[in-house]
């Protein structure tokens, strides 16, 4: 599982450009902003290394740090330029967009106190460029995505398959994962080459796909979940993999003594 920040772009809020007078580059310019005040480095540093001490953002939206694909993928996606806040950055592009205090609506789940740390670094971080931060934080996150009440996610995608299609469903047009309402020509055409493409192209394409995400303001990613195995000496044969089902993906081999 990895954590991430996602947009809306279709309920008239301050990241839609129907909310910009219909001018999709404003729009865009907003997105950015708020991406240059993400806090990425921190929430890695205070709520996931001391879990992990080894613990890095994730850079790439659709492989796992550590990844036969990851290093290359993240060397041409764009993501280097969000690596540290920019509160100058974001401050000239919400000014070059015309757009004063923009109020943006972020949604997690409040009862999670991870969450709560992550939305509290967040809109400090925000707020000192000149966004307005309302938490609209629920329980029943889950039962919201999609429903335009909110501006901002932020929640995390469980891998269930090693394959490279696995994330088409959370960017393709009016696909089911696509919560924010993202819609993009150029995307879809890399995704339908992705379908077909043989695994030689596989590196090239997801780097296309993910600079695309990048240059549009998708989102972002985070962090990848710190994992805990534990299990009682009697048994063996236990260990984890980086995909859904995890630690149940051999339990066939378990074994007690």
Known sequence: TYEHVDFTFDNKGPFDPAANGGDEEKAKKV?????????????????IKPLNPEAV???????????????????????????????????KLLKDAGVDAPKVRVMYDNTNSRRQQEFQLIKESAEKAGFKI????????????GDGTYDVSL????????????????????????????????????????????????????????????TDAFGAPLFQHPELVIYRDKLKNAKSTTVSPTIFWNYWEWETN
Do not use: C
């Open 31 to 47: 997105r950015q902003a708020f991406l240059k005040t993400l806090p990425r480095q921190d929430i890695v540093d205070k709520i």
């Open 57 to 91: 953002t994730r850079d790439s939206f659709n492989q796992v740090p550590g990844s036969p694909m990851y290093d290359e993928i993240i060397k041409g996606n764009g993501m280097e330029d969000l690596k540290e806040v920019d509160l100058k950055g974001a401050k």
């Open 134 to 145: 309302e938490d609209v934080g629920d329980v029943n996150w889950g039962t919201r995505l």
């Open 155 to 214: 929640f995390g995608w469980q891998s269930e398959s090693t394959g490279i299609t696995d994330s088409d469903a959370n960017y393709r047009t009016g696909a089911q994962n696509n919560y924010g309402g993202y819609s993009s020509k150029k995307t879809d055409k890399i995704l339908d080459k992705i379908v077909g493409a043989p695994e030689s192209e596989h590196a090239k394409l997801s780097t296309e796909l993910e600079k695309q995400l990048t």
